[in-house]
Nanobody, 121 residues
Framework: QVQLVESGGGLVLPGGSLRLSCAASGSIFRINDMRWYRQAPGKQRELVARISSDGSTNYADFVKGRFTISRDNSKNTVYLQMINLKPEDTAVYYC???????????????WGQGTQVTVSS
């Protein structure tokens, strides 16, 4: 079984920073793309950023220049550094990864449980 566990969320003032982490564990052979999504109350889940296994990245327009996604393949961990946070960034942040287990030749999309980020004065 594979697990994704996020951490690093919390309450922060507008203009502040947070760093989210998401560690994958279990019988993992390889991880391809890793992503961060977010879901605000009453809204659909939206893609925030994506990083491939070789480190190429993509960002949603609403976070460009403020958020940075990175990964440590030796730790099966993806990070999201967030600066200049705004109240509209308030949401539950989820990590998602395409994971191949040792017992399979397929990649499965796995999700973490989410971590709350609240930006408020």
């Amino acid at each position: 079984q594979v697990q994704l566990v996020e951490s690093g969320g919390g309450l922060v003032l507008p203009g502040g920073s947070l760093r989210l982490s998401c560690a994958a564990s279990g019988s993992i052979f390889r991880i391809n793309d890793m992503r961060w999504y977010r879901q605000a109350p009453g809204k659909q889940r939206e893609l925030v950023a994506r990083i491939s296994s070789d480190g190429s990245t993509n960002y949603a327009d609403f976070v460009k220049g403020r958020f940075t996604i990175s990964r440590d393949n030796s730790k099966n961990t993806v990070y999201l550094q967030m600066i200049n946070l705004k109240p509209e960034d308030t949401a539950v942040y989820y990590c998602n990864a395409d994971i191949r287990r040792y017992s399979s030749t397929y990649y499965y999309s796995s999700w973490g449980q989410g971590t709350q980020v609240t930006v408020s004065s």
